[in-house]
């Protein structure tokens, strides 16, 4: 199992987002993660991330166990993620971005002296060459069209090495044939570089063309489970969820 | 695109050159009242240059480093004047406990943001200031110390210009290379957003913890190089008006840019020494000025300068040459 949650509760005040959220889940699988606005989906990613304490409850991932752990503690143990609004170095060019998470995963950050101009310029290149933005290179993020602005934080994310990538909203504002590259860039993540994926999305079309295992979220506990035909056919779903129609 | 990239280099080199040139030379052409003001201007400019370590590259409003300026002067001043320690080691020496300072202010400090962390820093500096003017028996509280002997070799103004260039160019250089170093580029990714960089695996305390320390190490150096030059220490040195004067000079310039900050201290001397012969009212020029740059040029006058047209100019004149 790379990801294993064991009871995990989160309380705002009064109100219970998580309530004891146990699952598991196994390696490479592209993994979507659906349910109502304020079913506790981001506050999940949260919670495993290291950005919120848990109130109750236990994380383990890859074999270790992760609760409580500092969020930059638990992104060097190769759990990563992305943001639902896009999260990149506006100011910065492509190859700056994509160098200093580089860096970060080389364990380099508090290296004071190397010439830093050229530093894994091949491996920089490598991944801008994955996300398909590589004669961009010298471009200020901040100029990038709203697709390939999504597309560079995830060349920021896949430079951590991840083996466990969760993406909050990949496709939020995006035309329907930029979903299907930013769905078939994360399948090819997968598929060349073994990563597993947990990915948020209100795009059904997306969620059902590419998902592999399907997890509902309700109320803050796991609603549904399991493999995108029997989600497109568990009644109880189609009317808490999918308003009857898919 | 080799022979283009090496083109750049040649140019760069070839202008690096003749900066160097321009500045051993400066001594010997202009009148002895303006190398001594270069003098304390390149003082200046380690400090500035030191602040834009957390000011500019890594976004953190700082406005207590008038400091560690303070500090690195006294430190020098008091070890020259009540122990027998040698003019080099002291010089070697008095940046030591201000960064001391900068390791424990930092501490507690870098765990706030923006406005939290302005004023934690301000308070601290507000403390070593008062330390000065309290500790009368030591520090000579208000009458400051005056009269700090220096070694001959440097006594002469224009040897003292040599030696401030030449310590001058060893503290920009390194700090230069810091800049450009991985641990200044995750900085600046830092400076830009800090949550993402978070989320690739870094330490965003330590990192600012360590930029911070950075930061001040240099701006002592420039309060001790200060000392050096006007052979006494004043508890203004220590104040917050210094402290914002130097957040106002690195802006002036430009805090994103490298020399953004030199170009400020060069200014803000031009203008002290001008302004200063038709009114006493410095200050209120210099908090119009602040005004006038945060409406009309954000990015300080170097970053105004690299956005206009100017820019592709200067490389055709620069190519020229």
Known sequence: MILELKGLSKSFGELKVLNRVSLTLEPKVLCALIGPNGAGKSTLFNVITGLFKADEGRVFFNGFEITGWEAHAICSAKLSRTFQITSIFNRLSLFDSVQAAIISCNKKTVNLFAKGKKLFRERVFQILDFVGLADKADWVSSALPHGDKKRLEMAIAMANEPKLLLLDEPTSGMAPEETGEIMSLVKRLRDEMGLTFIFVEHDMGAVFGWAERIIVFHQGVVFADGLPIEIRNNKQVQEIYLGGEV | ?321
């Open chain 2, 1 to 321: 695109m080799a022979s283009v990239s090496k083109m750049i280099k040649v140019e760069k080199w070839g202008l690096s050159a003749v900066i160097v040139v321009l500045l051993v030379t400066l001594p010997f052409i202009l009148p002895e009242y303006w190398v001594y003001t270069s003098t304390d201007i390149m003082a200046y400019c380690i400090f500035a240059l030191g602040l834009n370590i957390v000011l500019g590259y890594g976004g953190m409003i700082a406005f207590g480093h008038a400091g560690f300026y303070g500090a690195g002067a006294y430190v020098l001043a008091l070890l020259l004047k009540k122990t027998n320690v040698p003019f080099w080691a002291a010089l070697l020496l008095a940046p030591l406990l201000p960064t001391l300072f900068g390791v424990i202010i930092g501490f507690f400090s870098i765990r706030r943001r923006a406005f939290y962390f302005a004023v934690i820093t301000l308070a601290f500096s507000e403390l070593i200031w008062a330390i000065i003017i309290k500790w009368y028996t030591m520090t000579g509280g208000e009458n400051g110390i005056t009269g700090i002997s220096i070694p001959s070799i440097i006594s002469t103004t224009n040897s003292l210009y040599l030696f401030t260039l030449a310590v001058t160019s060893v503290c920009v250089f390194t700090i230069y290379r810091i800049i450009d170093s991985p641990f200044g580029r995750t900085l600046r990714a830092m400076r830009e957003n800090a949550q993402r960089m978070e989320f690739t695996g870094v330490n965003l305390d330590k990192q600012r913890l360590i930029a911070f320390t950075i930061s001040a190490f240099f701006a002592s150096i420039g309060g001790t190089m200060h000392a050096i030059v006007t052979r006494c220490a004043f508890p203004d040195l220590a104040d917050w008006p210094k402290s914002g004067e130097v957040v106002i000079t690195c802006m002036l310039g430009g805090i994103h840019t490298f020399f953004g900050p030199v170009v400020g201290v060069a200014l803000l001397f031009f203008m002290n020494s001008i302004v200063g012969r038709f009114t006493q009212y410095w200050p209120s020029v210099l908090g119009l000025l602040f005004i006038l740059i945060v409406f009309f040029l954000p990015n300080g006058v170097v970053g105004y300068i690299q956005e206009s047209k100017l820019a592709g100019w200067i490389k055709r004149i620069g190519r020229l040459g």
